[in-house]
């Protein structure tokens, strides 16, 4: 009898397997589908374990872009002229270093002066990973609960809101942005005063929904954050409205909003750690 | 054992490489699923309990840095490595064109089961564009490094048996 069920099994084995594990993982889909900021401790781990690489890859991925900017440099000043290749060489060299400098410095100035304007304690934090996955906008910061940032928090840049903080183990954190398609901003017109929902739909634009059709939306105006929600500061910059969809019915009208934030060129960003209702003048 | 631990290695490493250097790609550049290559590579040529355990594993970590339908990439590249399972013994498997054609039909397949799952479970719904502007282009560049990358993989499956000195 056990010897027929063995056979059974190793008959079917590879469905046995498929029926398992495809049921785990759905198993896992709809556990967390519901708590989406739950972390648990295996995921907690993994993100423990991997940020180190993480943070290494991407300082040596940084420091080998710039090799291999100076080396094209270098390659194109041999073409010009061999005999001064070594002089304007380290001319450009040196000239590309102060830039980077300056730019550094600036935006650095930038992070401060807005730090300065949000009248809520802040945490500077470095951005070491991007979502892997085509579908979600997610990034993982290299601070977590040990230096006071916990879930739900808010995350700014200078030139407006990034997203929340969705999940945080002790040294890391991960960011759902607001152009992720399960990211909602409550939001208002800046100069009509409308309201509307702001949502993400998965690239790199975002969505006004549920503002009322009578409301005064053109392309071109500022969208901010109503403070509504009591998740992030009123007034802080979302994007502008690049085209409006109002159509003949319905009660309400639908924008497209490209963010004031360059989601692809984030370094730096803060966390807002303190949550209580406050208001930002830009 | 030490094969599959090799491998795990490989995995965490695919995923810090796909989390930084391939994110760092412009955003209009489609940029390849290394971990889908590594399931697939699991449904050509390993065990169905160790590839299952390792693409799952796959999923799991992209899971884990990934957005908030927690499960979705488990599931998919579960789905992919018995998918591979039941096609790898009707085909040539150790031909690159072959791998490279697998791997770009599989990645349409993924990209259509996780279409189907996030409009099952989220309410926002219409995931069908994506299929022309994501899954296609990233299929096609997962498909043209794909045969490339597998050698890599073959590779550090190997080096706990004396790597490729002893192939």
Redesign the interface.
């Known amino acids: 009898m056990v010897e027929k069920e063995l056979s059974i099994f190793k008959r079917y084995r590879i469905l046995f397997l498929a029926v398992i594990f495809l049921t785990t993982a759905l198993l896992s889909i709809s556990s967390r589908i519901n708590n989406v900021e739950r972390l648990a401790f295996i995921d907690w781990l993994f993100l423990e374990i991997t940020m180190p690489l993480q943070k290494a890859v991407m300082y040596s991925t940084e420091a080998l872009g710039e090799l291999i900017d100076s080396y094209v440099l270098l390659v194109n000043l041999k073409r010009e002229n061999v005999g001064l290749k070594k002089l304007v060489a380290e001319l450009r060299e040196e000239n590309n270093s102060l830039k980077e400098r300056a730019i550094a410095s600036e935006r650095l100035q930038n992070l401060l002066r807005f730090s300065k304007k949000i009248p809520t304690p802040m945490v500077p934090v470095q951005v070491i990973g991007i979502d892997p996955s085509t579908w979600f906008r997610t990034i993982v910061i290299d601070k977590g609960t040990k230096h006071g940032v916990n879930r739900g928090m808010p995350v700014v840049s200078p030139e407006g809101i990034v997203g929340h903080v969705l999940q945080a183990s002790p040294h890391c954190a991960k960011v759902l942005l607001i152009t992720d398609f399960n990211s909602s901003v409550d939001a208002i017109i800046q100069r009509s005063r409308a309201k509307g929902l702001v949502e993400g739909n998965g690239e790199n634009i975002c969505r006004l929904k549920y503002a009322p059709r009578t409301h005064d939306i053109q392309p071109g105006d500022r969208v901010v954050t109503s403070g509504l929600g009591g998740r992030y500061p009123k007034g802080l910059m979302i994007g502008r409205i690049s085209k409006i969809k109002k159509r003949s019915y319905g009660l309400f009208q639908q924008a497209e909003i490209i963010p004031s934030v360059n989601f692809a060129k984030l370094e730096e960003v803060f966390v807002v750690t303190d949550t209580h209702p406050m208001e930002f003048s830009p | 054992m030490k094969k599959n631990l090799s491998l795990m290695g490989l995995i ?2 695919s ?10 790609l ?2 209009q550049l489609a ?1 390849p ?1 290394l ?1 889908l290559i590594l399931t697939v590579y699991f449904g050509l040529f390993s065990s ?2 160790g590839g ?1 355990m390792l ?2 594993l796959s ?17 998919s590249k ?2 992919i ?2 998918s591979t ?2 096609i790898r013994d009707r085909f040539y498997i150790k031909s690159p064109l072959f791998q490279g054609a697998i791997i770009f039909s599989l990645s349409i397949l993924e990209g259509l089961i ?1 279409i189907s ?2 409009g099952l ?2 309410p ?1 719904g219409n ?1 069908l564009p ?1 299929f022309f ?3 296609i282009p ?1 299929s096609l560049i997962t498909g043209l490094i794909g045969p490339f990358f597998i050698p890599v993989i073959r590779y550090v499956s190997l080096i706990p048996r004396g790597g490729a000195i002893k192939q």
């Open positions: 965490f490493l995923l810090v490489v796909q989390t930084t250097v391939l994110a760092q412009p955003h940029k699923d971990l169905p309990l299952a693409a799952f999923g799991y970590l992209m899971d884990v840095f990934s957005g908030s339908i927690f499960g979705i990439q488990a599931f579960t789905a490595f018995f399972i039941l996780i799952v996030l479970v989220s926002i995931f994506s502007t994501f899954i990233k």
